[in-house]
């Protein structure tokens, strides 16, 4: 009898070890993700009329807290005092935020819950915050751990260390980097039909054969198709004969676009990786944003404001 007791007490130790591991890992995993690619996670507090210099602290502040959460979820410190009402609290308004896009901008775009890394819609978001307060749940029942020795020291160590993260590693910049669109008015007999240069556009570098950038067309197709005022420009660079496929394909003819030949002032303006696309303010690139994250109403927002 004693011996299958502990039998069954080990298994299940095993098992919360094992849940206590993966739910960690998540919101490790989830921070880190986060951090390597801030600048796309600091344009959701944006995109919700946050000042920027605001949004940048909240960013930094959220993905500090992503990282105490996992490092309290992996020492077991506080576990049903603290880390696991946090842990669902936390999941709960997250789920609220993402049903609040759901309802409002629909299932497109990325949630933006693992950065740039791994893209995934706002609905499959919600579910996996769904599974992970469930997860926490079962953990509450199984795996209440107990306090152990200098628990309160460590824990206020852990938490200043996870908390400091992302403003000493990712730093407040309020720097915008300048993107010199006169090379593109060189040519008096082909430059874009409209003033880049001035007021707000979001302009996006792409290569006629790429299809990544073919399905980003596709995308500029359907925005302005809907709205012909939503701020959006192609500035497409390949060979002569392939333009007919990209359009054939693409049906994106009628999206504002220059066919520009330069290769070399092409590359310095986009970078190594196409589709690259910026939102520019007067010449200034304010955002740089994968064609996974684009939506119509982000854009239109901002282009008012």
Request: contains cysteine; charged residues 15%.
């Amino acid at each position: 009898m004693e011996t299958a007791q502990r039998t069954r007490i080990n298994a299940q130790t095993i098992m919360s070890w094992v849940l206590l591991l993966i739910l960690s890992g998540v919101f490790i995993f989830s921070a880190i993700t986060k951090l390597v690619a801030i600048d796309p996670f600091e344009w959701i507090f944006v995109d919700m009329g946050i000042p920027s210099t605001i949004a940048a602290f909240l960013a930094r502040f959220f993905i500090g807290f992503e990282f105490l959460l996992g490092l309290f979820l992996l020492a077991h410190f506080y576990l049903r005092r603290f880390t696991y009402p946090a842990t669902i609290a936390f999941l709960v308004l997250l789920t609220i935020y993402l049903l609040f896009v759901l309802i409002h901008k629909g299932n497109n775009g990325d949630c933006g819950c693992f950065g740039d890394t791994l893209p995934m819609s706002p609905l499959l978001g919600i579910i996996k915050n769904l599974g992970l307060i469930l997860l926490c749940y079962v953990l509450r029942i199984i795996y209440p751990a107990k306090p152990y020795k200098y628990q309160p020291t460590l824990a206020t160590v852990v938490a200043i260390i996870a908390l400091s993260i992302p403003f000493l590693f990712v730093p407040f910049s309020q720097k915008k980097a300048p993107i010199n669109l006169d090379v593109l008015y060189k040519d008096s007999t082909n430059r874009p039909s409209i003033e880049l240069r001035k007021g707000k556009h979001v302009i996006a570098f792409m290569s006629l054969g790429c299809p990544h950038c073919r399905t980003a067309a596709k995308l500029f197709k359907t925005f302005y198709d809907k709205d012909s005022t939503t701020p959006v420009f192609m500035v497409l660079n390949g060979l002569p004969d392939q333009s007919a496929d990209f359009f054939r394909d693409t049906k994106a003819e009628k999206v504002p676009h220059l066919l520009f030949n330069g290769m070399n002032d092409f590359l310095r303006l986009a970078g190594p990786y196409v589709p690259a696309i910026y939102w520019v303010n007067n010449g200034i690139k304010e955002r740089k944003i994968s064609y996974t994250k684009l939506d119509v109403i982000s854009i239109n927002d901002w282009a008012k404001r």
